[in-house]
């Protein structure tokens, strides 16, 4: 007797990455590109220099509307909701009671009371039934869209010049961290002017339906200056040199916001919300640990996810993410360390393979483009 | 994609006998694809000796590290010294300018596979 594997998760473009001989993973429980027949590399470059296409349509979409909305949603996450102007959209999480990660998200304003919330792909429906388990106080409705959205990520210097073709929207005036709805090839998108590559971009929230023909079209147009479609493998690389989080990795649920860093998305003054009075707590203490980047010194020397960082024969910390950086030419990699030798400059070993290897702790983003 | 003239391991590698007592040894088409961007490959010195199975380095690409295992009892004669600059050369020509070390073979050629047999296994994992 066999156990058939659980049926892979699909979205719109599967047949699309398919027919470009993409290398398929199982992502989460979605059948995802790693990469395209250029490589990570390759990719990876073309976003830096050029522009990448990417399937994003695994991530989660849910959608919060009615009078109660605003009150939800402050309540729900840790940054100011209130100060975001309607087209805006903000970086943000999902607490616990204890400070640690539910998950991480983007908040877009869509109007005084509707939000559209942006989750991971893994953990979609948990995010979905946390916002429900909370919603009943509030006087709004909750719907995951996820199932009907599909989503695309151009990223890279060109965007603005490949995607301005084929919208009558003036991408221009949409400044970092805002959206607007118009129609990109004749289909109705969210063009959001976000992304996880630390390059500039867009987002386009569009129907499932329409995913592939914007694909083709953006594809298309994006050919002749050199874009390629790029997979999981380049996004990993690419938000990795920026530090930007990966669930999973240097966030999960016994990880709280401010020891990964991210004390900037947390407004301690503004009011109520969950996960508050922990962080409250855990600020007026030292934190115990940090998180830092490094480099190792030897080239033969590549660290990997969750190697531990050691110290005399013991475990100090652990590696959140690393690999071979292709815009540095470095091994990088981002490392929980006890705060007290969390400085630049500082020396830490990391375990490879049995062996104790020299890093120093080195300023992050390891990456920045410059505007 | 499998050279005729190659022998194989289940993980992989090649030998490619040279008929004098001497072989080289790298690692297949699959396995590089399988890889991905080769960015490192750490490799024995010459007069190490091995035993057929041992580890005797790595490689790394951007997404993940593999072990390379010898596929017969050798005796490093020569690694190539080309591969520090250009790793991209184990992606690009894996069974030309991509081979990793050259052995002297000190036992028997056993239980590898011919490049039918090879085919056969690679076809059977990636479906």
């Not at chain 1, 600020?283 to 190792?296: M, N």
């Not at chain 2, 694809?33 to 750490?42: E, I, R």
Request: proline content about 6%.
């Amino acid at each position: 007797m066999s156990i058939a594997a659980p049926e892979l998760m699909k979205t719109p473009l599967n047949a699309a990455h398919r027919a470009r001989n993409a290398k398929m993973v199982d992502f989460g429980g979605w059948d995802m590109p790693v990469q395209y027949p250029a490589g990570i590399i390759a990719e990876h470059e073309a976003v830096r220099t050029k522009a990448g296409l990417f399937d994003v349509s695994h991530m989660g979409e849910i959608r919060v509307k009615g009078p109660g909305a605003l009150a939800l949603v402050e309540h729900l996450t840790p940054n100011a909701v209130s100060k975001l102007a309607i087209g805006q959209v903000h970086y943000t999480a999902f607490l616990y009671e204890n400070g640690t990660f539910v998950d991480d998200l983007l908040v877009y304003r869509e109007g005084e009371q509707e939000f559209l919330l942006v989750v991971n792909a893994g953990n979609s429906d948990k995010d979905f039934a946390w916002v429900q388990q909370h919603a009943p106080a509030y006087d709004c409705s909750v719907v995951n869209e996820s199932p009907a959205t599909g989503q695309i990520a151009l990223q890279g210097p060109l965007s603005v010049s490949i995607l301005q073709p084929l919208t009558k929207t003036p991408l221009d005036p949409i400044g970092y961290y805002f959206f607007t709805h118009g129609e990109v090839a004749g289909f109705k998108c969210l063009i959001s002017r976000t992304g996880y590559t630390g390059e500039d971009g867009f987002e386009l929230y569009c129907a499932a339906a329409d995913t592939e023909a914007i694909w083709t079209a953006v594809m298309a147009a994006g050919k002749p200056r050199g874009l390629l479609p790029a997979g999981l493998g380049c996004r990993n690389t690419l938000r990795l040199e920026c530090k930007m989080a990966l669930y999973g990795h240097e966030i999960d649920d016994s990880i709280h916001a401010l020891e990964a860093g991210l004390g900037w998305i947390v407004k301690l003054d503004k009011g109520d919300f969950i996960g508050r009075e922990a962080l409250l707590a855990a600020k007026a203490v030292p934190a115990p640990r940090k998180l830092v980047g490094f480099k190792t010194l030897e080239k033969r020397d590549i660290a990997r996810d969750h190697m531990p960082v050691v110290q005399d024969g013991k475990q100090i910390g652990f590696v959140t993410s690393a690999a071979p950086s292709p815009t540095c030419g470095l091994n990088l990699g981002l490392a929980y360390v006890p705060t007290e030798l969390a400085k630049t400059g500082g020396r830490i070993q990391i375990e490879i393979r049995g062996r104790a290897a020299d890093a120093e702790i080195i300023p992050t983003p390891f990456y920045k483009r410059t505007k | 994609m499998f050279p005729a003239d190659l022998k194989y391991t289940k993980d992989h590698e090649w030998l490619k006998p040279a008929g004098d007592g001497t072989a080289l040894v790298g690692i297949t088409q699959y396995a590089q694809d399988a890889l991905g961007d080769v960015v490192f490959v750490d490799l024995p010195e010459a007069g190490d000796a091995f035993t057929q199975g041992d580890e005797f380095g790595t490689v790394e690409s951007v997404k993940t590290v593999s072990e390379l295992n010898m596929p017969s009892a050798g005796e490093v004669l020569e690694v190539n010294a080309a591969l520090a600059d250009h790793p991209e050369a184990v992606n690009e020509d894996p069974y030309g300018k991509g081979w990793m070390v050259k052995i002297k073979l000190t036992g028997p050629l056993a239980d590898l596979l011919d490049a039918k047999a090879y085919e056969a296994l690679v076809s059977s994992e990636s479906h």
